[in-house]
């Protein structure tokens, strides 16, 4: 059973989402309840696999490599999932997601150019049981790029 957030878990994830390294103390303030209930609702949002504090990189830093999206088609729909699950094991890939519309799988990975892209699409992306084909771009220049734009919406 998935649990709803409550008002109190999603005001703790929205703080988190701007800074991991806040303390439980200073959330506790701007919430009005003790540190220990935000120390537990984020022990238990972590446990039920609601939240994972991690560190995200800038990719605004990055001056030599590029955003590669990576749109792929697999040779049947019913393949689709199956395809899907085998790209995840691609630790180069930081997104895999079945999409609805033009392509049935959108990856996505960092590469150095166009050159490093096409290899890493030849060699381990063509490569996997049940892709038809794929067609990519290359992301250059990033007006936005917010982050959390993966947070819980539940």
């Known amino acids: 059973m998935r649990r709803k957030l409550d008002q109190a878990d999603r005001a703790i994830v929205e703080r988190l989402s701007r800074d991991a390294r806040v303390s439980n103390r200073e959330i506790a303030e701007q919430l009005g309840v003790t540190e220990g209930t935000v120390r537990g609702r984020i022990k238990r949002m972590e446990e039920e696999k609601l939240i994972r504090l991690t560190a995200v990189t800038?990719?605004?830093?990055?001056?030599?490599?590029?955003?590669?999206?990576?749109?792929?088609?697999?040779?049947?729909?019913?393949?689709?999932?199956?395809?899907?699950?085998?790209?995840?094991?691609?630790?180069?890939?930081?997104?895999?997601?079945?999409?609805?519309?033009?392509?049935?799988?959108?990856?996505?990975?960092?590469?150095?150019?166009?050159?490093h892209l096409a290899e890493f699409i030849h060699q381990r992306i063509s490569v996997v049981e049940g892709v038809r084909g794929t067609r990519s771009t290359l992301g250059v220049n990033f007006i936005k790029h917010d982050y959390r734009m993966a947070r819980i919406v539940s």
């Open 58 to 115: 800038n990719i605004d830093r990055f001056k030599d490599a590029a955003l590669a999206y990576i749109w792929i088609e697999v040779e049947r729909s019913g393949q689709t999932r199956a395809v899907a699950a085998r790209l995840a094991g691609i630790t180069e890939l930081g997104f895999v997601g079945v999409m609805l519309g033009r392509a049935d799988i959108l990856a996505i990975t960092m590469v150095r150019n166009a050159e």
